[in-house]
């Protein structure tokens, strides 16, 4: 079965610090792996689209990982601000259909 | 160039009522989308039209049906509201069922079932 599993599920750290958001996933066949963030009350918006052969891709101060082998990725988020609260989405895509295989998401609250 | 709009915000139904929710998207994007969000849970796809003119299911459609008006919009239908429809809904748009193409969502519509 097709599944995206993220962790932690919750995380709160303080303004300033970093962090590490975790996914791993079992999907097949696999075309790319994203990472959304989604602000409370609003929909998700893009961060990151890695596809199998990109192991690094950054966006500001976030930047993403992906390890085709172990089926892994993260997200880092490097000196956090109180606008980063927000759930982060790893979602992948499977087949050449573009279908999306969404994760749980993780809920980062970042305090002053 | 507001992307994907989504009408109501917020809707409380009582069981058996009935709704539409409206989605249009200015981006002369092929094909569209229609997700539900629950707490715990990842976006699940409830339909979806890749192209104006076809419309397929997704992992969940029991209980819902969809019109691809034209192009630009693309409207989810409650037929008979049950409690378990609670949910956040979410359009969403992109230029092609491709791969490496990007989706952009609308803002969302909560619902609630009494």
């Known amino acids: 079965k097709n599944q995206v599993e993220q962790s932690p599920q919750s995380l709160i750290i303080l303004e300033g610090k970093n962090c590490t958001l975790q996914?791993?996933?079992?999907?097949?066949?696999?075309?790319?792996l994203r990472w959304y963030k989604q602000d409370t009350g609003r929909g998700p918006v893009s961060l990151t689209i890695?596809?199998?052969?990109?192991n690094t891709k950054s966006n500001g101060r976030y930047t993403a990982t992906l390890d085709a082998d172990t089926k892994q990725s993260s997200l880092h988020i490097t000196a956090s601000q109180l606008s980063d609260s927000a759930s982060y989405i790893c979602v992948v895509s499977s087949g050449n259909t573009g279908k999306l295989i969404f994760g749980q998401g993780t809920t980062l609250q970042v305090k002053p | 160039n507001a992307g994907v709009t989504q009408t109501p915000k917020f809707q409380v139904l009582k069981t058996g009522q009935s709704m539409t929710l409206q989605c249009a998207q200015d981006?002369?994007?092929?094909?569209m989308y229609w997700y539900r969000q629950d707490p715990g849970m990842g976006l699940r796809l409830i339909y979806y039209?890749?192209?104006?003119?076809?419309?397929d299911k997704g992992e969940v459609p029991n209980g819902y049906n969809v019109s691809r008006l034209n192009k630009r919009e693309f409207s989810l239908r409650l037929e008979s509201a049950a409690p378990s429809q609670t949910s956040v809904y979410f359009c969403?748009?992109?230029?092609?069922?491709?791969?490496?193409?990007?989706?952009?969502f609308g803002p969302g519509t909560r619902l609630t079932v009494t």
């Open positions: 890695m596809t199998f052969s990109e």
């Open positions: 039209s890749a192209s104006e003119g076809t419309t």
């Open positions: 996914c791993n996933y079992t999907v097949s066949p696999f075309s790319n």
């Open positions: 969403a748009s992109r230029l092609g069922t491709g791969v490496m193409y990007e989706q952009y």
């Open positions: 981006m002369n994007h092929n094909s």
